[in-house]
């Protein structure tokens, strides 16, 4: 797209940014409760996309994903501990249930990693990783 022919759309690009502000707000996350904000919207977007990257939604929360990774980067320090207990510390900041990582193990697998009766697989693990945006070492 020419320089030209989007200073033309400026205003319409402004009209869209402050009507879509008024239904969500997306922007640099800036403190605690933005981070917040933007964790619930991302697992709310999460749980209705149900993994459907065709959804116009998807990119999205692709974006919310970014801005919740950068903001992480610079501000949560995973505790050193044992896997399931780094586990369980995500669960927690993150507002999560065990359920909510069904689509990573079964709520029962989950269940018996954080009771400590079965240890974290490197395919669990990975997938762990992903979805806290995480270094699959801390679950392993």
């Not at 605690?32 to 999205?60: F, V």
């Not at 586990?87 to 079964?106: F, M, V, W």
Request: a negative charge; hydrophobic letters at 45%; glycine letters at 4%.
């Amino acid at each position: 797209m020419n320089a030209d022919r989007l200073l033309g759309q400026v205003p319409d690009i402004t009209e869209a940014w402050v009507a879509l502000q008024t239904k969500v707000s997306i922007k640099p996350i800036r403190n605690e409760q933005e981070y917040e904000e933007m964790m619930r919207l991302a697992n709310a977007l999460t749980n209705h996309l149900q993994g459907d990257t065709g959804n116009p939604l998807a990119d999205l929360l692709d974006l919310l994903s970014t801005l919740i990774g950068c903001w992480e980067t610079r501000h949560v320090v995973l505790p050193s501990a044992e896997p399931r207990e780094v586990l369980r510390y995500l669960l927690e900041t993150h507002g999560l249930k065990q359920k909510d990582l069904a689509d990573i193990a079964s709520p029962t697998v989950v269940s018996d990693i954080l009771a400590g009766r079965r240890a974290i697989s490197k395919n669990v693990a990975k997938a762990l990783a992903v979805r806290f945006r995480t270094d699959v070492s801390v679950f392993l």
